[in-house]
């Protein structure tokens, strides 16, 4: 057993389980830093977990394919020659060479540029130089493809993989927040991603950056400076009277403002045709402001009768987020205990006109990414939050998640669908760091369907 090997296997379940006080609502910082525990979310939760690889617009035709991760590992997701949507370990099975240096592209067959093993589009090694020669033709090719993922699987185009055979289906493990908050951005119509993925990498954990997205408390504070600028309205985004949370199982959540239910009973008498000049009339009021867009009709049904009211921020577990209204998905990619890398996808309705499209993507590169305005306020939050949990004293202070501990209610409609109806709060933030760590000490899927906590009820 190697060093790396020895320090997983010391995280064990009761140590784990320590790092989050549910009741009390403390975290321990050690989970940002700690190189085993690192290792372990690699084994446990992201090679365990459903993780998004592209929409089906970046891989319309047969041979397009796009780079991707799955926690350190890099995969390639290509439509093969019968048209199916394969996701192969971008890894030669010969020395490990990486086989596409591109992000993306179309190609017939992929070649390594180490020793030439050449692989079909489905991943079969279908050719190695010298296979008379210097292998005497005593080489069983068909053992030597390149390594798949275990499921494939879409939900309204939008594929997703795991390299764990026992993992559920898709469907079950979106469940209903999952799919609700994918249909944030399906229920907009017929959609495609925008070429030319923006990334760019910050010095902090990767669940830092992936919490402050159910945090709707720093707003006010850290994006003062959009405010006096003129890009946000902040109360009227922030709405910090009028929130909704939604928890589901393993950990996916969605948390932020929501439409009043009177409200909505107003828009639901509303056609698709009325609802558009509402919006744009609104767009045209904003004068480049962030606004909130009403749903058409089709939301109702694909998003629930609680969630079609949630104008929040979604993640499906672990680590995307459906951002801006649905226009854009963000990828937190671990690169290390204290290193994520940021991928910015802008999704767009196909029946945008060019000048809307153009619009969009102006003021989706400018608010979030690399060049984004509030990207760069959170972006020095998050560095420096996962510095302090480096120190020896500063490290052994628990982060501080208490904020309405206790204090909300979990309605529950006729549907089935669950929320809590409150203020601004970190009930969303307390959830994913439960799940955090019942992924943690989960030994399989078959510990973590059996011992995950149940979706709450009753007072959170």
């Not at 020895?6 to 006080?21: H, L, P, T, Y």
Request: charged share 25%; glycine share 8%; hydrophobic share 35%.
């Amino acid at each position: 057993m190697d060093a790396r090997e020895e320090g997983v296997r010391a995280c064990n379940k009761e140590a784990i389980k320590s790092c989050f006080d549910s009741e009390k609502g403390l975290l321990d910082r050690r989970i940002f830093v700690d190189q085993d525990l690192y290792d372990l979310e690699m084994k446990n939760i992201f090679a365990r977990a459903w993780n998004f690889m592209c929409h089906e617009s970046q891989i319309p035709e047969i041979g397009d394919y796009f780079i991707n991760y799955i926690g350190e590992d890099q995969v390639i997701i290509v439509r093969d020659k019968s048209g199916e949507v394969q996701v192969l370990l971008n890894s030669c099975r010969h020395r490990g060479n990486a086989l596409c240096r591109a992000e993306q592209g179309n190609a017939k067959s992929f070649v390594c540029s180490y020793h030439g093993w050449h692989f079909a589009l489905d991943g079969e090694l279908i050719g190695v130089p010298g296979m008379s020669p210097f292998y005497r033709k005593d080489f069983d090719k068909s053992q030597w493809g390149l390594v798949k993922a275990a499921q494939v699987d879409n939900f309204h185009g939008f594929y997703f993989a795991t390299l764990d055979p026992d993992a559920p289906s898709l469907p079950d493990y979106l469940g209903d927040v999952g799919r609700t908050g994918l249909a944030m951005i399906a229920s907009r119509g017929d959609v495609e991603v925008v070429d030319g993925i923006q990334k760019n990498t910050i010095d902090c954990n990767w669940k830092v950056a992936v919490d402050n997205l159910f945090d709707w408390y720093h707003v006010a504070y850290s994006h003062a400076s959009a405010g006096e600028a003129g890009v946000l309205d902040l109360a009227a985004v922030t709405q910090a009277n009028d929130q909704m949370v939604m928890l589901g199982e393993y950990g996916h959540a969605i948390s932020g403002p929501a439409i009043k239910q009177e409200m909505q009973d107003e828009i639901v008498g509303m056609s698709d045709d009325e609802r558009k000049q509402w919006n744009k009339e609104e767009a045209a009021r904003s004068n480049g402001r962030v606004t909130r867009a009403l749903r058409m009709k089709v939301a109702e049904e694909m998003m629930g009768p609680a969630g079609v009211r949630s104008i929040g921020h979604p993640n499906i577990f672990p680590n995307l987020w459906i951002a801006t209204g649905g226009s854009q998905l963000c990828l937190r990619l671990p690169r290390g205990p204290q290193m994520t890398e940021l991928w910015w996808f802008t999704v767009l309705p196909k029946d945008q006109t060019p000048e809307e499209r153009r619009m969009t993507v102006r003021f989706n590169s400018h608010l979030f990414g690399p060049a984004g305005l509030l990207e760069q306020d959170d972006g020095e939050n998050w560095s420096q939050s996962t510095r302090a949990a480096r120190g020896v004293v500063g490290g052994s202070y628990p982060h501080n998640l208490t904020m309405a501990l206790g204090h909300d209610e979990v309605k529950e409609d006729p549907s089935g669908q669950k929320w809590i109806e409150t203020r601004i709060n970190e009930h969303g933030q307390r959830w994913t760091y439960q799940a955090w760590t019942d992924w943690m000490a989960a030994d399989s899927w078959a510990d973590l369907k059996a011992n995950h906590t149940p979706v709450p009820t009753g007072r959170v």
